[in-house]
């Protein structure tokens, strides 16, 4: 098999559908294409707003190095259910999908290695957390380990000390008005296309991590470098398979602040507070402006056994710099197995 990125509908993986904790989740698999007994289950998490297309580039390079592969689409993407009250996208909530999943794959004593993009790598983090023994090994690409406080900060109070301003989107998120302006096809692909990095032609931008989303701009964009036409009409056609609100479901994981801090109070209570045994690897990208490598700053404490890394792209470091990515991911992973 070719180690070429996954097209839509790619007949080299398999697409399948299963009940996680009352919830349709969708997922793909990828069998390893080396022959013979796999080396382990890779399972990957994607970010906002995103699909498990987004690791397109590596699950074709773990397959042809031995790997099965799971790539689910989260909690309210893609071909999984998304309910409607944010509620159900606790972290914590999450991360016992992602346990309840990977348990019907590798059974009740099996461990997986657990990757994740964006909020992906956001709830890698706190899956290493709350289910420790499922996991062989850990790594996050853009988004480092933040411990939870003692004391709560809402997002808002944070933002108007000034600290965090690269987060002032997340408000905008959380809100009303993005989940009721992006609504319908043309919305929905202008509001993509300016994710994943359109602009205009004198640097119009529709999406600025200091402002939130510049609702004007969006249908002036050109079409981003990052995605193909026929991959932007891909993920057009998964996030049109969701009834009207289309973001409410994807925004909803703004929405859960409080109540992640609620459940993690018991995790900063533990002896010793909290620390990650778990051999760890916290790839950055370089040029990430909502997750600059800045960020990752102290996070080293918190870990056993952590390696870092960083790839020179922006945001999107899974599509803009795959072979950094896949290079960095694989070296990790032969010493996991070494
Ligand atoms: O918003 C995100 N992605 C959408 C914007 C993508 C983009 C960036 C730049 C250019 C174009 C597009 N990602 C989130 C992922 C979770 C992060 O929070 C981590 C975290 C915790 F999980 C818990 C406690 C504190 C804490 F900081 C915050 C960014």
């Given at each position: 098999m070719s180690t070429d990125k996954l097209v839509p509908n790619d007949p080299?993986?398999?697409y399948e559908s299963t009940q996680v904790n009352g919830k349709t989740y969708s997922y793909v698999l990828g069998e390893p294409t080396t022959g013979g007994e796999s080396k382990g289950l890779v399972f990957l998490v994607h970010g906002f707003p995103d699909l498990s297309f987004g690791w397109r580039y590596q699950v074709p390079y773990l397959t042809s190095r031995g790997y099965r592969v799971v790539v689910p689409d989260q909690l309210g993407y893609g071909g999984t259910d998304a309910p409607a009250a944010a509620e159900e996208y606790t972290l914590k909530k999450?991360?016992?999908?992602?346990?309840?999943l990977a348990r019907k794959l590798?059974?009740?004593?099996?461990?997986?290695?657990?990757?994740?993009?964006d909020w992906g790598g956001a709830l890698v983090w706190r899956v290493a957390l709350w289910h420790p023994d499922l996991l062989r090994g850990v790594f996050s690409v853009c988004t480092p380990f933040s411990a939870s406080n003692p004391q709560f900060f809402a997002l808002e109070d944070i933002i108007a000390a000034g600290k965090l301003t690269n987060f002032t989107y997340q408000l905008h998120f959380k809100g009303p008005e993005v989940e009721e302006k992006?609504?319908?096809?043309?919305?929905?692909?202008?509001?993509?296309n300016c994710m994943f990095g359109g602009h205009g032609a004198n640097g119009e931008r529709g999406f600025d991590t200091a402002k939130g989303v510049l609702f004007d701009n969006l249908d002036k964009l050109s079409k981003t470098r990052l995605l193909s036409e026929e991959e932007l009409n891909h993920y057009v056609e998964r996030y049109m398979a969701h009834p009207a609100p289309q973001l409410r479901g994807p925004l909803n994981w703004y929405r859960t602040q409080r109540l992640n801090w609620e459940d993690e109070?018991?995790?900063?209570?533990?002896?010793?507070?909290?620390?990650?045994e778990t051999p760890a690897l916290f790839i950055a990208a370089s040029g990430d402006e909502a997750l600059p490598p800045s960020m990752s700053a102290g996070m080293d404490k918190y870990f056993g056994k952590l390696s870092r890394d960083e790839?020179?792209?922006?945001?999107?470091?899974?599509?803009?710099?795959?072979?950094?990515?896949?290079?960095?991911i694989g070296a990790w992973l032969d010493e996991l197995d070494g």
């Open positions: 080299r993986v398999k999450l991360s016992d999908d992602v346990a309840a590798v059974g009740d004593d099996g461990q997986i290695i657990l990757g994740g993009h992006i609504q319908g096809e043309d919305k929905v692909k202008q509001f993509l109070k018991e995790l900063a209570g533990r002896p010793g507070g909290v620390k990650i790839v020179n792209a922006s945001h999107w470091a899974l599509t803009q710099a795959p072979g950094e990515v896949n290079k960095s």
